[in-house]
């Protein structure tokens, strides 16, 4: 089964801390996503990669950054996290092949910035 | 801009009701349109797609058909269950992927 997997459920950290959020995907898409989920505003793009060390600017990038050394992998970066980015954040990966390609999503991790 | 609107929630009905969430959408050009489908404590799953009009997706006893004269993309159920339960967001594609906001559904039994 396809699987996109997110290394924490759950996370809580401090204002002013570093925080690497990581995703892995064993199907092989050349696309991944950075989402972050609020209530009232649904989904918003943070980055998205469409290849091994390429990266894009979504709808709200600022505060974040990301990284893609391999194609499985793609990490999102808090590089001082702030309490208004406690939030769930939903990484999500496609095959090649432009926007209408089906997106898998993992189970999402909950930060919480205090 | 593109975007998609759809109905607020959240919607509660009993079970075997009928189901309608509405979703309309503004776009330039002929877009993909997507349901998918949030369960506790999950992830999102694609429910079901259309990739131009008068196209119908279908999946689990869903269906929702692409009604361009309308710019609607509405999705329904003819008898609801306890298990469908979920947070429901409809979706459009065009250059990138833009979601509506969701819309939470509970069936009580």
């Known amino acids: 089964d396809v699987k996109v997997t997110q290394s924490s459920r759950y996370l809580v950290k401090r204002t002013g801390e570093k925080v690497f959020l990581e995703c892995v995907q064993d199907?092989?898409?050349?696309?991944m996503f950075w989402y972050r989920q609020d209530p009232g505003l649904g989904l918003r793009l943070i980055y998205f990669s469409y290849d091994v060390k390429m990266k894009e600017k979504g709808d709200i990038p600022e505060g974040y950054s990301v990284s893609r050394e391999k194609k499985e992998r793609f990490s999102l970066i808090l590089e001082s996290a702030s309490t208004n980015q406690t939030s769930m954040y939903l990484c999500?990966?496609?095959?090649?092949?432009?926007?209408?390609?089906?997106?898998?999503f993992g189970s999402g991790t909950q930060l919480s910035v205090l | 801009g593109d975007s998609v609107t759809q109905m607020e929630g959240p919607v509660t009905l009993s079970e075997e009701a009928c189901l309608t969430i509405n979703c309309t959408y503004t776009a330039t050009g002929y877009p993909s349109l997507f349901w998918y489908v949030q369960y506790p404590g999950e992830g999102l799953q694609l429910l079901l797609k259309a990739t131009k009009a008068d196209d119908k997706g279908s999946n689990k006893g869903f269906e929702a058909t692409y009604r361009k004269e309308t710019t609607s993309f509405h999705l329904e159920k003819g008898s609801v269950q306890v298990s469908d339960s979920a947070v429901y967001f409809c979706?459009?594609?065009?250059?990138?992927?833009?979601f509506g906001k969701g819309t939470r559904l509970h069936i009580l039994p």
């Open positions: 999500a990966s496609s095959l090649a092949g432009g926007t209408n390609e089906k997106l898998f």
């Open positions: 979706a459009l594609s065009r250059d990138k992927i833009i």
């Open positions: 199907m092989d898409h050349e696309n």
